[in-house]
Structures are given as C-alpha cells and as structure tokens.
C-alpha cells in the first residue's frame, strides 16, 4: 500500500497538480485529496487507479523497510537514451510547457 505523502511526494517529483493527477486518474480531486491526506485505508480502487497513473510517468514506489533503511519512499524510473524528451541541462524558458 502506498501512503498519502508518497503520492504528494510524487506529484511534486515530476510537477503534476493534484487536478492533473485527478483527470488522468480518473477521479475527482476531492477523492485524490482524501487519498493524500490518509483519509480512505487500504487498497481501494482510487489507491490503484493513482498508483498506476503516477507509475506510468516514471514514478517507483518504495515500500517501508526495517528502521536502518527508512520508510515507505518514492523515485524516478531511470531513463533509457530511447526515451523522449529534454535533457534537464537542456531545459529553459523557450522550450519550458
């Protein structure tokens, strides 16, 4: 199970608003803000359906492990040269969407 400030978390991580994340999960915001703020427990389909779309743009889910390694975390998928998209030392106003 993932936990409200993973998903905050990965928002932030690759800069998606809670009414993006909303629509290309295909929920409500008031159900996402819920989820990010602990308010519904357990695997619920909503939790799924987050999982999956943050999964799809490049975020890993890291379970809690014993308390030398920390808790439940997040990540980026690391990029392969095939995939699309801007260099970071590339990125500036002129191409900035």
Request: proline share 2%; aromatic share 4%.
């Amino acid at each position: 199970m993932i936990t409200g400030a993973q998903i905050r978390g990965a928002r932030a991580m690759i800069g998606m608003s809670i009414e993006d994340l909303a629509a290309h999960a295909g929920l409500s915001v008031e159900t996402v803000t819920a989820l990010e703020n602990g308010e519904w427990a357990g695997e619920t389909r909503a939790m799924i359906d987050v999982r999956n779309t943050l999964e799809a743009y490049g975020i890993i889910f890291i379970a809690s492990g014993n308390q030398d390694e920390g808790g439940p975390g997040i990540r980026l998928r690391t990029r392969t040269s095939s995939d699309d998209g801007i260099r970071p030392e590339n990125l500036n106003a002129a191409n900035d969407d």
